[in-house]
């Protein structure tokens, strides 16, 4: 780690204000000076620094991914995601971690594992500096019942056995699945609050009784732990907000009275609708069996209309909405993951603004580092991104891993700009 200079750069703080011209400092992991230009304030001189002429390129916070699954092994279904051995799981979630900090994705939000302590394994090896990898917090296996989401087991094996969820069936045994992933170090706890489709359970069926969710919500505060609910039916919103469930992913069917009660509780809780999911799902996945016509009869087409006006109402009553798109099925595979960012603006009709701060700023209180990351200011860590192009005209250059010329994490190069051949050590210049 070396203390940094950026100048010159075009700098899109996370504030929500316009970009301005400026420097940055970063000394140790945090950014210890934002200077506009032409304040008039002139930069005190700082030694032993490696200065970074970024030649007016955009300078902006890490982006922070809000539904991260760094165990879907880019498969098309739930078996083949749970059935990866664990010697190559395990190998398969170290690359994808490298990936999304690659794709500067500097903070994410495990949002379930396909194996008991496999998220748990790689947000451990990240912060010892065993492998490279964003942020990282870790998840547990979805929590399901007998017959519901997750529950992949064959009647002629063992219940608990080669299954893609954590099988729970009453209060008991739910208090014991939470129990044992918080001894395992999760995080948080993911539970299936309603269906998918693709699996043959409804996506607006309901899988639990109050008095199991509320077993689930209350052990998981005994422990410490947050709860985030995968809950596309009406039915499952109200109950995440009834039991004060955090994170509430998709959200695709709501209601007035359920849109209200979100409204009414939007510091509580963080939205990450998963639109990737629906999109591919009706338009991309033909190749692996899911034409147009399958996947309107799975309801996908009607369940992404619902979806997008479900998160219209939800910004016109400026509930925040992240992204996190289900990345790692076959359809959907990991490090595509900006695609959200264009979704927002396209079916949404969030502005790149917006989009550029869904991804940054707003993430940073899910991350549990609220005034920490997704923001250029001073005390932040230095978690930054150096693009060449503006996302802000544009906002699909986060695309594309050739314009994301630098990635700092913790005030380090994950990967640090180019070099001019003529250039000296202790100054650098991107290369056009």
């Given at each position: 780690?070396?203390?940094?200079?950026?100048?010159?750069?075009?700098?899109?703080?996370?504030?929500?204000?316009?970009?301005?011209?400026?420097?940055?400092?970063?000394?140790?992991?945090?950014?210890?000076?934002?200077?506009?230009?032409?304040?008039?304030?002139?930069?005190?001189?700082?030694?032993?620094?490696?200065?970074?002429?970024?030649?007016?390129?955009?300078?902006?916070?890490?982006?922070?991914?809000?539904?991260?699954?760094?165990?879907?092994?880019?498969?098309?279904?739930?078996?083949?995601?749970?059935?990866?051995?664990?010697?190559?799981?395990?190998?398969?979630?170290?690359?994808?971690?490298?990936?999304?900090?690659?794709?500067?994705?500097?903070?994410?939000?495990?949002?379930?594992?396909?194996?008991?302590?496999?998220?748990?394994?790689?947000?451990?090896?990240i912060n010892d500096?065993?492998?490279?990898?964003?942020?990282?917090?870790?998840?547990?296996?979805?929590?399901?019942?007998?017959?519901?989401?997750?529950?992949?087991?064959?009647?002629?094996?063992?219940?608990?056995?080669?299954?893609?969820?954590?099988?729970?069936?009453?209060?008991?045994?739910?208090?014991?699945?939470?129990?044992?992933?918080?001894?395992?170090?999760?995080?948080?706890?993911?539970?299936?609050?309603?269906?998918?489709?693709?699996?043959?359970?409804?996506?607006?069926?309901?899988?639990?009784?109050?008095?199991?969710i509320a077993t689930?919500?209350?052990?998981?505060?005994?422990?410490?732990?947050?709860?985030?609910?995968?809950?596309?039916s009406t039915k499952?919103?109200?109950?995440?907000?009834?039991?004060?469930?955090?994170?509430?992913?998709?959200?695709?069917?709501?209601?007035?009275?359920?849109?209200?009660?979100?409204?009414?509780?939007?510091?509580?809780?963080?939205?990450?609708?998963?639109?990737?999911?629906?999109?591919?799902?009706?338009?991309?996945?033909?190749?692996?069996?899911?034409?147009?016509?399958?996947?309107?009869?799975?309801?996908?087409?009607?369940?992404?209309?619902?979806?997008?006006?479900?998160?219209?109402?939800?910004?016109?009553?400026?509930?925040?909405?992240?992204?996190?798109?289900?990345?790692?099925?076959?359809?959907?595979?990991?490090?595509?993951?900006?695609?959200?960012?264009?979704?927002?603006?396209?079916?949404?009709?969030?502005?790149?603004?917006?989009?550029?701060?869904?991804?940054?700023?707003?993430?940073?209180?899910?991350?549990?580092?609220?005034?920490?990351?997704?923001?250029?200011?001073?005390?932040?860590?230095?978690?930054?991104?150096?693009?060449?192009?503006?996302?802000?005209?544009?906002?699909?250059?986060?695309?594309?891993?050739?314009?994301?010329?630098?990635?700092?994490?913790?005030?380090?190069?994950?990967?640090?700009?180019?070099?001019?051949?003529?250039?000296?050590?202790?100054?650098?210049?991107?290369?056009?």
């Amino acid at each position: 780690m070396a203390d940094v200079l950026f100048t010159n750069a075009r700098i899109f703080d996370g504030s929500g204000e316009a970009p301005y011209r400026g420097e940055v400092l970063v000394q140790g992991n945090r950014i210890s000076r934002v200077t506009r230009s032409g304040t008039g304030v002139r930069s005190a001189p700082v030694g032993g620094v490696t200065m970074v002429d970024a030649a007016g390129a955009f300078l902006m916070p890490g982006m922070v991914e809000a539904h991260t699954h760094f165990a879907w092994n880019n498969q098309p279904s739930l078996d083949s995601i749970q059935r990866m051995p664990p010697e190559e799981h395990i190998l398969w979630c170290a690359e994808v971690a490298k990936t999304y900090l690659d794709m500067g994705w500097t903070s994410c939000v495990g949002a379930a594992t396909a194996k008991p302590r496999l998220d748990v394994v790689i947000r451990n090896a990240i912060n010892d500096g065993t492998i490279v990898g964003p942020r990282y917090l870790a998840a547990s296996q979805e929590i399901t019942v007998p017959g519901g989401l997750g529950d992949t087991t064959a009647p002629h094996l063992p219940q608990h056995e080669f299954a893609f969820g954590a099988i729970v069936s009453g209060c008991d045994e739910m208090r014991r699945c939470v129990r044992m992933f918080a001894k395992y170090g999760v995080d948080s706890l993911k539970i299936n609050l309603s269906g998918e489709s693709i699996t043959g359970f409804p996506s607006e069926g309901s899988q639990f009784t109050e008095e199991e969710i509320a077993t689930c919500v209350d052990e998981a505060k005994n422990w410490g732990k947050r709860v985030a609910a995968h809950a596309r039916s009406t039915k499952s919103i109200k109950r995440c907000v009834k039991h004060g469930i955090e994170v509430i992913y998709h959200a695709s069917f709501a209601d007035e009275e359920a849109l209200d009660l979100l409204e009414e509780n939007k510091k509580q809780h963080f939205i990450a609708p998963g639109l990737a999911w629906l999109v591919n799902t009706c338009h991309n996945a033909s190749e692996y069996g899911i034409t147009p016509q399958v996947a309107r009869g799975m309801g996908y087409f009607r369940e992404l209309e619902a979806a997008i006006e479900t998160m219209k109402a939800l910004r016109r009553r400026d509930v925040r909405i992240l992204p996190g798109g289900d990345y790692g099925f076959a359809w959907t595979p990991h490090g595509t993951n900006a695609k959200d960012l264009e979704y927002f603006v396209r079916h949404v009709g969030m502005s790149t603004t917006e989009a550029l701060l869904s991804a940054t700023a707003w993430g940073a209180p899910m991350m549990k580092l609220k005034g920490q990351v997704g923001e250029i200011r001073e005390g932040c860590l230095a978690d930054i991104l150096l693009v060449d192009g503006d996302p802000l005209e544009d906002i699909a250059v986060l695309q594309d891993k050739r314009r994301i010329l630098a990635v700092m994490k913790d005030g380090a190069f994950h990967r640090a700009p180019p070099l001019r051949s003529d250039a000296r050590s202790e100054m650098t210049r991107w290369a056009a």
